[in-house]
């Protein structure tokens, strides 16, 4: 428990500051995260990020994770994102010709997926900020509560398991009150800001968005008892890897401003 205080305290020393300055240094930090979720994926799927497809690989990731207005001069010379990826995916296809069955299309495909898996997540992190602060926190709030609240709701009240073959500890009760939670509070937060939205419909995309980041924190535990791993990584002592603490985030962040501006516009 103390090195797991610890951890959390020093990460969110270094981890704050990024958020609230935002700019250039957040969008790298963003990339900089996809980066090591990637390679905390290869690594429990027995793959090398230092290798011809983990290279490629991780070009593919940064070049999803990478923020809009890093990859807008690349239309002075006619190409776009879509054509970058298609490169990487090409390269990963081909790959499997000349590795002597070394690399197969299974691994390509798992590679294609971690991609997109982690560098969508992590480039709406960036661009959420871009958006607003306001809109991190809001998001923040949503993933904390929900987590927070199922965890202790699930513990005094939790009777019914939710997917016991992936996460026994987990409840339907604990789901149910981690989403009523993040309704109170992150609505709550929400017309405090005074943000844009009928409250009734921001209440409902804090409802979907609940139950969207605890799905993400099932895959991902699915992903872990899948490769037999405790942790995605180690990076941080008491708390796993990068991946276990952005696995809500991963599936709330691209659906957020979408859906906001989308609800603003009715």
Not at 7 to 31: C, D, H, Q, R
Not at 182 to 191: E, K, N, Q, S, T
């Amino acid at each position: 428990m103390k090195t797991r205080i610890i951890t959390a305290i020093v990460a969110l020393a270094v981890f704050l500051p990024f958020v609230i300055y935002g700019k250039l240094p957040f969008e790298l930090l963003s990339m900089l995260l996809a980066a090591i979720a990637l390679y905390e994926i290869l690594v429990m799927t027995k793959q090398s990020l230092f290798s011809v497809n983990g290279i490629i690989t991780l070009v593919l990731t940064l070049t999803i994770a990478a923020p809009i207005r890093f990859i807008d001069w690349l239309q002075e010379y006619n190409i776009t994102q879509m054509e970058i990826i298609f490169v990487c995916m090409a390269l990963l296809l081909s790959y499997t010709v000349f590795s002597k069955n070394r690399y197969h299309f299974d691994q390509v495909g798992i590679g294609i997926l971690a991609a997109f898996y982690t560098g969508l997540g992590f480039h709406y992190l960036a661009e959420t900020r871009n958006a607003g602060l306001e809109y991190v926190i809001f998001a923040l709030l949503i993933v904390w509560m929900t987590d927070t609240m199922a965890y202790f709701v699930g513990r005094s009240l939790g009777k019914h398991k939710l997917a016991p073959n992936v996460s026994p500890n987990k409840t339907v009760e604990g789901f149910v009150g981690g989403v009523v939670f993040a309704v109170i509070i992150a609505g709550g937060y929400y017309l405090y800001m005074g943000l844009d939205g009928n409250p009734f419909v921001i209440a409902a995309l804090i409802v979907v968005l609940s139950i969207f980041g605890q799905l993400g924190d099932l895959v991902e535990s699915a992903l872990k008892r899948y490769y037999g791993v405790k942790d995605s990584g180690k990076l941080l002592p008491g708390h796993g890897g990068i991946l276990d603490r952005f696995d809500n985030l991963l599936f709330v962040l691209p659906l957020l401003l979408p859906l906001l501006h989308i609800l603003q516009i009715l």
